[in-house]
Each structure stands twice: as C-alpha cells, then as structure tokens.
C-alpha cells in the first residue's frame, strides 16, 4: 500500500509506533526497491556507459566521416570551384566569342547589306548595260541577218554558186588525232592550221564560205540554211546542191544521212523532199503538183539507172537543153512520189543498185556519183500556168588523189575515172568563173549532167566537206581551194521555169510535131544515101568518060563561082525541108582540110520568101556516138504575123531589147583551146558602103595564102589592152605587133584588106579591146549571098593555123537589121559540138530561138546550114 492510501486509511491519530513501524514497514520495499533500483542504476550506469562509449565511438566515427566527408566535399568543392572557374572561363569566352561573332555576325551583316546595296546597284547596271548589250545584239544580229539576207540576194542577182563547208567530227578510231582546223566563225570563215608547220604567217590559211558548219552541227541545221534554196523548186527554179570532198570527209552523210537512218539524222535529201510534200501539201488549193524522182550514177563515165528493178546496166544518154520535159536523161525511170515513205523505199532501191566498192581509205567509200534528180511540175489552178522546177542532189565520190588509195586494177581505174571527171568539174568551174567564151562541159558526163545546173539559170550550192585529222591537210587544203574557186562563180540571176498554160500547150505540139519530123528526117536521110549513091554512079560514070575524052578543067579542083554557089543555094532552098537537111548535116561533120580554104563560120536564114509559113528548125548534129537521135523543131511563124524568117525576126527584135548585134560564138574542138585561155573572137566594122547597105558588118576575105593571111586590125588599144592586162602573152603579143604595120589611121595592115577590129570576147579581166595571140592570127570575113550576117574566125593556136590544128573559133553575128537582137548573151548557150568533132554549133536564145552554125571548109557549104529554129524546149 502507498503512503497516500495509509494517509487515507489512517484518519485517526496516530502513534509513534505506528509510525514508527509504519514507517519501518515503508521502509524495508523501499530499501528492497532501493537495492533494485542501486541495481537498475548500476546497470544503467554500465549500460549508459557502454551506451556512451559506443555513442562517443559512433560519435567519433561519425566525426571521421564528417571529416572525411567535410575533406571530400572539400575537395569536391575545390574540384568544382576549379571546374567553375574553368567553365566560367569558357563561358566567358565563349561569351566573348559570341560577342565577337555577334559583332562580326553584325558587320557582316551591314558588309552584306552594304553589298547587297552595292549588288543591287551594280546588278542594276549590268541589268541596264546588258539590256543595252541585248539591244545592241538584237541590232547587231539584225544586221547580220539584213547583211546575210543582203548578201543572198546579192548573191542571188549574180548567181553565185553558193559554198557551204561542213567539218565531220572525227570519229572515234581518230578521235586521237590533232586537228588542222584552227578556226570556224560565225560568218563562215574556216582557218586551216597545218600541223606540220611552226606556228607563224605561213602555218595557217583562212577561207570564208556563205557558211561553215563545224563538227556539232546538226544535220537539221544544216538543212535549215539550205530549206529556202530547195523550197525555190516549186516556183519553178531549177536547184543544184551537190556534196563534194574527199572520200570519208562526210558527203554521204550530209546528204543522206547515216546507215542507221533515223528521222532525226536524215541528210538534206529525205528532208528535202520531206519537205517539198508538206508545202504542196499546205499549198493543194492554189496549186496541184506532180513530184517524180530520178536516181542516177555515173560509174567509170557510164550513166546509170540507179531505179532499175530487173538488174540491167543500160547506159544512158544525157541531152541537156533538148528535152521538153526538162529531163536530162530522158531514158532513167523517173518514178513519182507522194509521200516521204515512197522516197525511202526508191533510195533503198537506188542504195541496192550503186556501185560501192572498197578502198584502203574508206571501207564504205562510193567509188561513183550519185545523182537524185527530183523534179516536180506545178501547175497554178487559177492561171493555168505551169512550174516546173527541177532539184538535183549530187554526191560525189572522194576526190582524193589515186596514189592515195593505193588501188589497183579495177579499183584504180575507177579512181581514175572519178579524178578525171572531178578534174573536168574543175576546168568548168575555172571556165565559169574566168568567164571564158568556152566552158568544156563535154569532157566528162559529170560535167555533162550538171551543166544546166552549172552554166544554166539555175540556183547551185556545193556542200564542201573536209576531215579534220592532220593527215588529211593536204587533201583538206586542196578541197578548201577548189571550195575557194566555186564560190567565185556567177551564173547569172536564177530563173523560174514558169510558163502559161497556152505556151505549154504550144510546147507539148512543138514536142511532138519534134517526133514527126525526127522520123521523117531519117527517112530522108535515108533516100538522100541512096540518091548520093546515085549520083556518085553517075559522077563516076561522067568522070570515066571525061578520061576517055579530052582533058577538062574540070579534073582539077576548083572553087565555084559565086553565081553556082547561089544556084547551089537555091536548089538547097527549093528541098528546104528534105534532101538537104541531111545532106547538111553530113556537111557539118565535115571537118575542112583545105588550108587554102578560109574556114568560115556561116550563119543563113535559109528562107523561101515564097514561103509563109516558115520552118524554123533546130537540129543536133553530133556524131551518132555522142547523140544518135537528131532532134527537130519546127515552127510555124505565120502566127504572130510574121510571114518568113525575117519578118519573124524583126518582131522578136522589136519585142525585146537585145544587148547588140553579136549573138553568139563558137569553137570546136575545145580539147584544144580549153588547154589554151585564149578566147577571142573578132568583130570587124562594114569596110564598104554596098556592103553597109547590104547589112553587112564584114567584109567577105580570102587570105592570099595561109601563111600570109589578112590582117587588118585597128586599135592602138588592142596594144594598151594587151598591156595593162599583165597577161603572160604580152611580150609575145608585143613581138607580134611589132611585124604588123599600121597605116595611117592606125589599122593594122597584112595585106590587101583593112580591118577594124571592133571587139572582142574574152576573159573576165578584159572588159573591152582585143586579144589576139600570136603568131597566127587570122580573120576571116565570109560574105553570105544573102547578106544577113557576117562571121569571122580567128585562129588561136600558136605558130598553127586552123586547118592545121583542127582549131575553130568563131563568132557570127545577125544584120542589126533584121538581125535577132535577142539576148544571146552567154556563150555557154552556144551549143559547141565540138568533141563530136563536126564542127557545128547551135545557139538559142531565153525565149527559145535558136541559130545553128556550121564551120565548114568551103563557102558552099555555107549555104547548106538552116540555122533559124526555135530551141527544142525543155
Ligand atoms: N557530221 C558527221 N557527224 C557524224 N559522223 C559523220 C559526219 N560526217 C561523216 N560522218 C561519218 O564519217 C564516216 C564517213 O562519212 P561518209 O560515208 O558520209 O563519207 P563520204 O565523204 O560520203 O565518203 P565516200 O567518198 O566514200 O562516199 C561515216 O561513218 C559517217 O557516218
């Protein structure tokens, strides 16, 4: 019990003993629980001790780890106090790095803004300055085109033979190779370096051509340049392009493209006529048009048709200027077309059938001419009037030189061929181009075929192709110079082949009344044999009696007088159309071997004034290899009018303004004079008043002997001509007229006869005065019976006179009169009959008159020529 219950138990007082005890009894739990809490402190104690020791020892622990802690973080803090100082530091540059980009960001943006402004301005000028530059460009390309468009036309009033070079690009077994082409310009301007000189004046050689097409040039842009020149085919003009260069140089590829043809790469042929379909195509309401296509080629001098399907090898004649429907070679397939489709089917045709053999240069290499003639006629459905145009398309086999080629038998004699032609190409072009009264068309059939082309009213082109590799410098050179020769070539002004309806109609009965007399002239030809047959019988009969009998005069030759020469003529006059047509003919392949005999060129009306409805009639006397067929026309004159020869040609005179009296020359066997650049003829002034009054211009001579003919020339000018002409004859010349005397009025005198010489045909350079070449120069003045004209042949061939060269030139001219003032001006329109030897000659004129001559070797035969015809039209 607690002392408080005791407390509350005990309210009675109480004793000592009681407390006494009670006390005594309080005390002995209280010294039990003393004991057990001395008991419970002791353990306490011991327990707080250990308690203390393990707390002091945690606590020292704890004070190690703090410390090591404190120690760590210390460090920790040193660590990140440097890497802060280190970061600030960074920071700070970077800071100041962002600054400085900043500042730099910042001018260089002012720089940029600074330099936009500057751009801006500046771009602002160039905008300006190069708007100027465009201006001045569009300016500047304008008048190149004006100029380029001026020069076409130019060109085109002269007629040149427009030049295009073409460079192929080397090709890929070459493509190694240095190149000699230095320079090709927007003009046409080409310049040649050669590769094997130094670098100096000589080592290059610049050429400028309409055009130059370099080695990317399309083969579209080439026919671009070209597409007006072949557009011109469908008014009626007559177009040339041929393709010339060396083998491989690229011919075969500008005109007909590639092996693997496609649309893209074809050459100038399948465009053109590609072309020619789609304008009459675009033009089929206002004209109808009829396309035919020839494809020929000339193989070792042999023409052939290259449309044949049934494999023949007939050779070809080519008539230039005798076939109304323009055709050269009359007897070729010509197969129409319509469409480009029929075109690729006939040159896969042509392809199948050309000739092409192999050679080391090129394995392709076409070892022939090629010749795609397309001709097209149109007619204007309004007027009737007809066009006929005819567009030829050459290409050339390579003009490289035969050594070169390394060939042998066959293949030799092909190149041969090829050069001779090619050369014979050359001396037309040179002729052409030196204006020479003679061009040698005849000497190759190339030359034959193109001379319409060449030495017509045509439009040409010559595509010159060249390889750009060093080894082929001096083929490139030589081709470039050839190049160089063609584009000095005039034509004259193309014309169209337009004519009215009514004139074709008159055209096709011209043609075939042409046929009717064809055959009846070889039917008299043959009753003329058989009467020559006849006579010579008699004759011999005659002369055997003459021997029997006395001796006669008549046994020795004799010149007739001129009142037999008028009989003779009047009996050739009565058979005007019969017997002595033929035996014209005949005549006029005689070739004169009578020295003593001035040859003469003789021009006759051959009229019968009886005769109102004249023939004109126009014959082609070669000898029957070269021309077989004799072509006539016959003419009725009556129909304007006129009722004979002269009536009829007053009114041409009156119609049309010629440009003088003399209309035409001639001269055969040019193998000689083509060889020899002399090209004179003499005029010689009327010497007496009845023969003036007789419309002569000349006076009828006979040198007293060949070796001492008549000379009779005036002109102290001939000799300043000769002069100032810087030929290399002149010191010749000068020698000659030194042994020719001058009379008092300055003519020069040979001999009984006076001459003046009034003019003169030569060389481009000789404008006016007279050439003569010594030392025999002769002139000759043949009076005709019937007065219209006068001829005069002067013999060039030095130290030989005609008879003995066989060498004729001449020239005639008609009465001023009643003289044909037509414009005969083109002595290439006289027909020279030369290489056949025959010694005749035809000259027609634009509008389709036609004057034979003949150089015959006796004044007799001079009657017999029927010159006045109209020109078998085309
Ligand atoms: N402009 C060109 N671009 C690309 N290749 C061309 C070009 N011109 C010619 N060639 C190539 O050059 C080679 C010879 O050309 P091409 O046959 O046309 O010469 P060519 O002068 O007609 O020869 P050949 O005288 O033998 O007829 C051909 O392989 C042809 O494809």
């Not at 094997?196 to 610049?206: F, L």
């Not at 050359?426 to 034959?448: C, E, F, M, W």
């Not at 006016?768 to 002139?779: C, I």
Request: with cysteine; proline share 3%; net charge negative.
């Amino acid at each position: 019990m607690s002392l408080k219950e005791e407390e509350v138990d005990n309210d009675k007082p109480m004793t000592f003993q009681d407390s006494r005890h009670q006390i005594d009894n309080n005390k002995q739990p209280d010294d039990k629980r003393l004991l057990h809490f001395g008991d419970a402190k002791k353990d306490m104690e011991v327990e707080s001790k250990e308690l203390v020791l393990s707390l002091q020892s945690q606590l020292t622990d704890s004070y190690k780890k703090m410390q090591e802690m404190e120690y760590q973080s210390n460090r920790l803090k040193a660590t990140l106090r440097e890497k802060d100082d280190k970061w600030q530091k960074s920071l700070s540059r970077l800071l100041k790095g962002t600054q400085d980009l900043r500042w730099a960001q910042l001018d260089a943006k002012e720089e940029i803004l600074r330099l936009q402004f500057d751009w801006k301005d500046q771009l602002k000028n160039f905008g300006e300055e190069l708007q100027t530059l465009v201006a001045a460009a569009s300016g500047y390309h304008k008048v190149l085109a004006e100029n380029r468009q001026l020069y076409n036309e130019v060109q085109d009033l002269k007629g040149n033979i427009r030049v295009y070079c073409r460079v192929r690009p080397f090709l890929t077994k070459d493509s190694t190779k240095q190149t000699t082409i230095d320079y090709i310009g927007e003009n046409g301007e080409l310049v040649l370096a050669n590769p094997g000189k130094p670098v100096g004046k000589d080592s290059r050689r610049s050429f400028t051509f309409n055009r130059c097409f370099d080695t990317k040039s399309l083969q579209e842009e080439v026919f671009l340049d070209t597409q007006p020149l072949i557009r011109s085919v469908l008014d009626g003009f007559n177009v040339c392009i041929f393709a010339y260069g060396q083998t491989g140089s690229g011919k075969t590829f500008t005109m007909s493209g590639p092996t693997n043809m496609t649309p893209t790469n074809w050459g100038v042929n399948y465009r053109a006529l590609n072309d020619l379909f789609e304008i009459t195509q675009t033009r089929v309401h206002v004209f109808r048009y009829e396309i035919g296509v020839q494809m020929l080629e000339i193989y070792n001098e042999q023409v052939r048709d290259l449309l044949v399907t049934d494999g023949s090898h007939k050779k070809l004649e080519i008539r230039n200027n005798s076939q109304l429907n323009g055709l050269n070679v009359p007897d070729a397939n010509i197969m129409p077309v319509t469409s480009t489709d029929d075109v690729l089917e006939l040159m896969k045709l042509g392809q199948k059938n050309r000739a092409v053999g192999s050679t080391s240069l090129n394995d392709r290499s076409s070892r022939s001419h090629s010749v795609v003639t397309v001709h097209v006629q149109g007619k204007d459905l309004e007027s009737g009037s007809i066009f006929r145009g005819s567009l030829h398309l050459v290409d050339l086999a390579g003009s490289e030189r035969v050594d070169k080629s390394e060939v042998t038998g066959d293949r030799l004699k092909e190149a041969q061929h090829i050069n001779k032609s090619l050369s014979a190409l050359g001396d037309v072009i040179s002729a052409l181009a030196q204006k020479n009264g003679h061009v040698p068309y005849r000497n190759s059939k190339l030359t034959q075929l193109l001379q319409d082309s060449l030495g017509g009213q045509a439009k040409t082109l010559m595509f010159v192709h060249i390889s750009p590799d060093a080894d082929s410098f001096g083929e490139t050179m030589s081709t470039l110079k050839f190049a160089e020769r063609v584009a000095t070539v005039e034509l004259g002004a193309a014309r169209s082949n337009k004519e009215s309806g009514e004139i074709q109609i008159l055209k096709d009965q011209v043609y075939q009344l042409k046929e009717v007399v064809a055959k009846r002239d070889a039917e008299i030809a043959i009753l003329n044999n058989t009467i020559k047959e006849q006579l010579e019988k008699a004759d011999n009969i005659a002369n055997t009696e003459k021997v029997k009998g006395k001796p006669t005069n008549a046994s020795k030759p004799r010149r007739r007088t001129s009142n037999e020469a008028q009989a003779q003529k009047g009996r050739k006059t009565t058979t005007e159309n019969g017997n002595a047509n033929a035996e014209n003919r005949q005549s006029m392949r005689k070739i004169p071997g009578d020295k003593k005999t001035p040859s003469s060129l003789v021009l006759s009306t051959g009229h019968d004034p009886e005769d109102s409805t004249e023939h004109f009639e126009s014959s082609s006397a070669c000898s029957p290899l070269d021309s077989p067929t004799e072509n006539k026309v016959q003419f009725e004159v009556s129909e304007d009018g006129a009722v004979n020869v002269f009536e009829k040609l007053k009114l041409l005179k009156s119609r049309r303004k010629g440009i003088g009296k003399r209309v035409g020359s001639f001269d055969s066997h040019h193998s000689l004079l083509e060889h020899d650049d002399v090209s004179e003829y003499v005029k010689a002034k009327p010497l007496n008043t009845t023969q003036q009054e007789a419309g002569l211009v000349f006076d009828t001579t006979t040198p007293a002997s060949p070796s001492q003919p008549e000379r009779n020339f005036t002109c102290q000018e001939l000799n300043d001509t000769f002069q100032s002409s810087g030929d290399d004859t002149l010191s010749s010349f000068q020698d000659y007229t030194q042994q020719l005397k001058t009379d008092s009025n300055g003519r020069y005198v040979a001999g009984a006869k006076k001459y003046d010489v009034v003019a003169e045909m030569g060389r481009s350079n000789q404008q006016s005065g007279l050439r003569l070449r010594p030392p025999s120069n002769m002139v000759y003045g043949q009076d005709l019976a019937n007065g219209s004209f006068e001829t005069v042949l002067l013999d060039t061939i030095g130290g030989q006179n005609a008879q003995d060269t066989g060498c004729k030139r001449g020239s005639f001219l008609l009465n001023s009169d009643v003289g044909l003032d037509e414009d005969f001006g083109d002595e290439e329109a006289f027909e020279s009959r030369g290489t056949c030897q025959d010694d005749t000659a035809s000259l027609y004129s634009d509008s389709g008159m036609s004057a034979e001559a003949e150089n015959s070797g006796s004044v007799d035969q001079n009657k017999k020529v029927r010159p006045n015809s109209i020109r078998p039209q085309k």
